[in-house]
């Protein structure tokens, strides 16, 4: 019989930590979540991977190794990633990696060190930090404009400089897909994309 990879779903909380290498446990970066939405899709996306790896592998000493720490109830629960790779229930490895575990590794990537050209997951409230500024997804709203047929949505973003000053982003999506806007911060300008990057390749809805 596989071992699943939770006997219990009731998660609460997950912690994920970058350490500087597999035989170094110097933390990197750490960041917690509560937030429901994602610890809910996060764990359907590991159960979507092969929980009966197929392969051994052997790490040397400055392996990348990335520990997501799941509390369950009582109980916590530590899945890891080494060198980019997830091991199983099974303490093996999947040869082939498939799109789920390749997207979660870049997610986890992008939170933990964000970069203006990384597709980031829209978490609601998680500052991410770029070296000039940070931005914030607040959420969005919803507006239908009964009885005309017109409905609309907004989402929200919070730009904070480094010295303090606020400005508020909005991108709104309908008739019409959401369209890219520029804000400056200083005197550089950014593009904040939530339909396609700057490749023209489509984002999907939960990424901006």
């Known amino acids: 019989m596989l071992r699943p990879w939770f006997e219990n779903r009731n998660c609460s909380a997950v912690t994920i930590t970058k350490y500087t290498s597999i035989s170094k446990h110097t933390v990197e970066k750490s960041l917690s979540f509560e937030n429901t939405d994602f610890i809910e899709g996060l764990v359907g996306r590991i159960e979507r991977?092969?929980?009966?790896?197929?392969?051994?592998?052997?790490?040397?000493?400055?392996?990348?190794?990335?520990?997501?720490?799941?509390?369950?109830?009582?109980?916590?629960?530590?899945?890891?990633?080494?060198?980019?790779?997830?091991k199983t229930p099974s303490t093996g490895f999947n040869s082939f990696r498939s799109q789920d575990e390749l997207s979660i590794y870049r997610d986890i990537d992008a939170i933990l060190?964000?970069?203006?050209?990384?597709?980031?997951?829209?978490?609601?409230?998680?500052?991410?930090?770029?070296?000039?500024?940070?931005?914030?997804?607040?959420?969005?709203?919803?507006?239908?404009?009964?009885?005309?047929?017109?409905?609309?949505?907004?989402?929200?973003?919070?730009?904070?400089?480094?010295?303090g000053a606020e400005q508020i982003?909005?991108?709104t999506s309908g008739q019409l897909p959401p369209q890219p806007v520029t804000f400056k911060v200083g005197n550089a300008s950014f593009v904040l994309n939530s339909f396609q990057n700057n490749s023209g390749d489509l984002l999907n809805p939960n990424y901006f």
Do not use: W
Request: proline letters at 5%; a negative charge.
């Open 113 to 163: 060190f964000p970069e203006v050209s990384k597709n980031i997951l829209k978490l609601k409230d998680l500052e991410i930090s770029f070296p000039d500024f940070s931005i914030t997804y607040l959420g969005s709203t919803y507006r239908d404009e009964a009885p005309v047929s017109l409905s609309f949505t907004t989402d929200k973003y919070l730009i904070l400089d480094e010295k």
């Open 169 to 171: 982003v909005e991108i």
């Open 49 to 86: 991977i092969l929980p009966d790896g197929d392969m051994m592998i052997s790490f040397g000493p400055d392996a990348e190794h990335i520990e997501l720490c799941f509390e369950i109830e009582v109980l916590i629960q530590k899945i890891h990633f080494y060198s980019k790779k997830i």
